[in-house]
């Protein structure tokens, strides 16, 4: 999928805001979810509306209780979103997490995605998001992976374009120093095992 220019009103706009909905899974949607009946006062309201979607390119589902991967994240965001292509932001932190689907590759101009207090293990669970075109700003730290000797540096070899890792920028002389891609090659095929 190719990415598209986002509308700047799309990023201004306030996030659409999921976190702490005990939400368990992405999809069906709750009958209970806030956001379609209260106006959020923790982000000082919602997005503007559009026949029934919100006009924004940020989502917020921090705080939850989803487990497992993303199967269901292009529902969701096709669901509650105008231009669901235009997302740019995902807050995915403080959930139960343990791996990544390839359905976030869906989403091109993704350049922002927290992942930080989660259960991912491995590279291997976040490799896939390497593919994403715009994706700079990746979270990770609080993770069962995050544990290991190298691992950001690791994180680095395999997700060659971002600029920031666990709210940290990115310098030239860490990218100098990172080892050759084959060693991350096999480094990965050894946790696949």
Not at 128 to 155: F, K
Not at 159 to 170: A, E, G, M, Y
């Amino acid at each position: 999928m190719e990415s598209m220019k986002v509308p700047f009103s799309y990023k201004r706009a306030k996030p659409l805001d999921l976190s702490f909905e005990d939400l368990e899974s992405l999809w069906p949607l709750p009958s209970s979810l806030r956001v379609f009946y209260v106006v959020s006062d923790r982000m000082l309201g919602v997005p503007a509306k559009r026949h029934g979607r919100y006009k924004t390119a940020s989502m917020l589902l921090s705080n939850n209780r989803l487990t497992g991967g993303l199967n269901d994240i292009r529902l969701l965001v096709d669901k509650l979103l105008w231009q669901p292509n235009a997302l740019c932001w995902l807050d995915l932190s403080h959930n139960q997490l343990t791996d990544l689907s390839d359905e976030l590759l869906g989403f091109p101009n993704l350049s922002t995605l927290y992942l930080h207090h989660n259960r991912l293990a491995s590279l291997c669970a976040v490799a896939c998001i390497n593919r994403l075109p715009n994706l700079r700003s990746v979270t990770l730290q609080n993770n069962p992976m995050a544990e290991y000797h190298g691992y950001r540096t690791a994180v680095l070899s395999v997700l060659k374009h971002i600029t920031r890792l666990d709210f940290v920028s990115v310098t030239e002389s860490e990218r100098r120093l990172l080892p050759p891609t084959k060693l991350i090659k096999n480094y990965l095929k050894r946790q696949k095992s």
